[in-house]
Antibody, heavy 115, light 112 residues
Framework: QVQLQESGPGLVKPSETLSLTCTVS????????WSWIRQPPGKGLEWIGY???????KYNPSLKSRVTISVDTSKNQFSLKLSSVTAADTAVYYC?????????WGQGTLVTVSS | QSVLTQPPSVSGAPGQRVTISCTGS?????????VHWYQQLPGTAPKLLIY???NRPSGVPDRFSGSKSGTSASLAITGLQAEDEADYYC????????????FGGGTKLTVL
């Protein structure tokens, strides 16, 4: 059974860079796409972007200028960086296996942007 | 404003049937892209409920079904149970603006 676990700081200051890592266990990160999805408190889901195990990426156009997703196949991990954050980036961030549909989800991690 | 439009809320009594609509456009559902549905119980991560318009992952009861026609899709839940009370999201792909995976705004299902 594939499991995903997000890790990273729960508090980030405005204008700084949010950094999260997702560790995949129970299966190889190879041969799949891997996405980040976020959910502001009390609101809906927003797709941030995905990475293929080979390193190719695609980002949500609305966030593209601030997002970088990378992969480390040796550690079975992929990561998210979101720069120049504001309070509007406060959300639960999920890492997800992306096989066209999002079939395996991490538990999510709340990241709050505040000084 | 979500690219896919869902009703904010629906409700039904135990045992009843409810449907949740997901309306898109010619750049997403109408273009032939598949629709997937997710169930989010309170305080938990979303769970894949229906994939590729009408398929159920292993373990999802057959009380849940999905369909797609034209620029819309629907999720139907029959024999409503208290445990079905949750938020439901549709998701597809939109080919406009460089392409993006898109979600509906979500529908809160209340079991009366």
């Amino acid at each position: 059974q594939v499991q995903l676990q997000e890790s990273g700081p729960g508090l980030v200051k405005p204008s700084e860079t949010l950094s999260l890592t997702c560790t995949v266990s129970g299966g190889s990160i190879s041969s799949y796409y891997w996405s980040w999805i976020r959910q502001p408190p009390g609101k809906g889901l927003e797709w941030i972007g995905y990475i293929y195990y080979s390193g190719s990426t695609k980002y949500n156009p609305s966030l593209k200028s601030r997002v970088t997703i990378s992969v480390d196949t040796s550690k079975n991990q992929f990561s998210l960086k979101l720069s120049s954050v504001t309070a509007a980036d406060t959300a639960v961030y999920y890492c997800v296996r992306d096989g066209g549909r999002f079939d395996y989800w991490g538990q999510g991690t709340l990241v709050t942007v505040s000084s | 404003q979500s690219v896919l439009t869902q009703p904010p809320s629906v409700s039904g009594a135990p045992g009843q049937r409810v449907t949740i609509s997901c309306t898109g456009s010619s750049s997403n559902i109408g273009a032939g892209y598949d629709v997937h549905w997710y169930q989010q119980l309170p305080g938990t991560a979303p769970k894949l409920l229906i994939y590729d318009n009408s398929n159920r992952p292993s373990g999802v009861p057959d009380r849940f079904s999905g369909s797609k026609s034209g620029t819309s899709a629907s999720l139907a839940i029959t024999g409503l149970q208290a445990e079905d009370e949750a938020d439901y999201y549709c998701q597809s792909y939109d080919s406009s603006l460089s392409g993006s995976k898109v979600f509906g705004g979500g529908t809160k299902l209340t079991v009366l």
